[in-house]
């Protein structure tokens, strides 16, 4: 059987960990499973006080390549200057320590303590991210050319990120827990 894909692999691990790390810290959360379709980009459905409303959680884990920052996601392209990028109520990313991460196989060695978790409300979130891209699409490439937003790895400094880091009480105070 061939191994899996770093996207696929990494992306199930994040969600995994953080439904894990939900109700872990009390708040009732559930994969949306197949139903992803009908929830505007959300990975975790958790439980509020309201029968009738829910929180919608996005999870985008990879692995921060600069050092001191985090990881937040892949541009789409020139559409992300535009419209939001994140649809959900709150984003967790999840940032994997790059030596595990890069290894792309993982025996059972892949813990908690190999991954760092912000948790992010979703206007929070989308500013930092526009922020960011707009920083990053604006430095000059070495060779003065501009860069592509296509698939270009958007980072976020460690310190603007801190009081997002396990931030699980943000999302515990919208839940029902």
Same mark, same amino acid.
């Given at each position: 059987?061939?191994?899996?894909?770093?996207?696929? &692999?990494?992306?199930? !691990?994040? #969600?995994?960990?953080?439904?894990?790390?939900?109700?872990?810290?009390?708040?009732?959360?559930?994969?949306?499973?197949?139903?992803?379709?009908?929830?505007?980009? &959300?990975?975790? !459905?958790?439980?509020?006080?309201?029968?009738?409303?829910?929180?919608?959680?996005?999870?985008?884990?990879?692995?921060?390549?600069?050092?001191?920052?985090?990881?937040?996601?892949?541009?789409?392209?020139?559409? *992300?200057?535009?419209?939001?990028?994140? #649809?959900?109520?709150?984003?967790?990313?999840?940032?994997?320590?790059?030596?595990?991460?890069?290894?792309?196989?993982?025996?059972?060695?892949?813990?908690?303590?190999?991954?760092?978790?912000?948790?992010?409300?979703? #206007? *929070?979130?989308?500013?930092?991210?526009?922020?960011?891209?707009?920083?990053?699409?604006?430095?000059?490439?070495?060779?003065?050319?501009?860069?592509?937003?296509?698939?270009?790895?958007?980072? !976020?400094?460690? &310190?603007?990120?801190?009081?997002?880091?396990?931030?699980? &009480?943000?999302?515990?105070?919208?839940?029902?827990?």
């Amino acid at each position: 059987m061939p191994g899996l894909r770093k996207s696929n &692999s990494h992306g199930k !691990i994040g #969600e995994a960990a953080v439904y894990a790390k939900c109700w872990m810290h009390g708040i009732p959360a559930y994969f949306t499973g197949g139903l992803r379709n009908n929830f505007a980009g &959300s990975d975790l !459905i958790v439980e509020t006080k309201s029968q009738r409303a829910k929180l919608w959680v996005q999870v985008k884990t990879g692995a921060p390549i600069l050092k001191d920052h985090v990881y937040l996601t892949q541009c789409a392209g020139d559409r *992300d200057l535009d419209v939001p990028k994140f #649809e959900s109520d709150f984003v967790v990313f999840v940032n994997l320590d790059t030596h595990p991460a890069l290894k792309h196989t993982h025996a059972g060695e892949l813990g908690f303590e190999h991954l760092s978790f912000y948790i992010v409300p979703a #206007e *929070d979130a989308n500013s930092l991210y526009l922020r960011e891209l707009v920083h990053w699409h604006n430095k000059p490439k070495r060779d003065g050319g501009v860069r592509k937003l296509g698939n270009m790895a958007v980072h !976020i400094s460690a &310190s603007e990120m801190a009081r997002y880091r396990d931030a699980w &009480s943000l999302l515990k105070a919208r839940s029902a827990a």
